[in-house]
């Protein structure tokens, strides 16, 4: 089956420019969370959303960074007046299922990711 | 906060050989504890879990062990092979909570 797919696959950006990033989520999954992961690191959580609700924005690094999921599928990572700074592989991940507490788990499907080069 | 700490690589082995990734985290409560996996060119992957205090994820040959009292969860395999050459990361899911907090990564490279 259909996998999480994200595009376009690879962007460069001039500095000041703004980017949109897309997500396909696996269908039917209600939560969708988008991480950045630079250069050598570890994915870091940027937001979560249970179908269209944003529930945690906490790890967007600034105001330029906004994030989307109007009809609770598809999701687009805004950044505006990108910065060399942004430069990053920007992952979506969705999961079946609200995931709180610990009683419950669902496993989080990540996408091939988006490589962003800002010059 | 939260936080994962595993071992820096490159690590490079020879086929056959024993592998041992440290993994040691920072959290209250009771966290999930994963690996994932990143081949050459694909995306992260799940490689094994642990939901809870002792329990022994597995998956591919590869171990893991929930290790309360250590905050440890270090991935072992007795036997490694070139194709599982790759990047691991260690991760936690906070006890409540959805995010995943990652490690930095381990390159593990395998020579024939």
């Known amino acids: 089956g259909a996998g999480v797919s994200q595009s376009p696959r690879y962007k460069v950006a001039k500095r000041g420019q703004d980017v949109a990033l897309r997500c396909d989520p696996i269908s039917g999954h209600v939560s969708l969370f988008w991480y950045q992961q630079a250069l050598g690191q570890g994915p870091e959580f940027l937001t979560y959303?249970?179908?269209?609700?944003?529930?945690?924005k906490s790890g967007l690094p600034s105001d330029r960074f906004f994030a989307e999921r109007p009809e609770g599928s598809v999701s687009t990572l805004k950044i505006q007046r990108t910065q060399q700074e942004d430069s990053a592989v920007y992952l979506c991940?969705?999961?079946?299922?609200?995931?709180?507490?610990?009683?419950?788990?669902?496993?989080?499907?990540f996408g091939p990711g988006t490589r962003l080069t800002v010059l | 906060g939260d936080s994962v700490t595993q071992m820096e690589g490159p690590v490079t082995l020879s086929e056959e050989a024993c592998l041992t990734i440290n993994c040691t985290y920072t959290a209250t409560g009771y966290p999930s504890l994963f690996w994932y996996v990143q081949y050459p060119g694909e995306g992260l992957q799940l490689l094994l879990k642990?939901?809870?205090?002792?329990d022994k994820g597995s998956n591919k040959g590869f171990e893991a062990t929930y290790r309360k009292e250590t905050t440890s969860f270090h991935l072992e395999k007795g036997s490694v092979q070139v194709s599982d050459s790759a990047v691991y990361f260690c991760a936690l899911r906070p006890e409540y909570g959805n995010k995943l907090v990652f490690g930095a990564g381990t390159i593990l490279r395998v020579k024939s």
């Open positions: 642990a939901t809870k205090a002792d």
């Open positions: 959303f249970q179908n269209e609700a944003q529930l945690d």
């Open positions: 991940a969705s999961s079946l299922a609200r995931v709180s507490g610990r009683s419950s788990y669902n496993e989080q499907f």
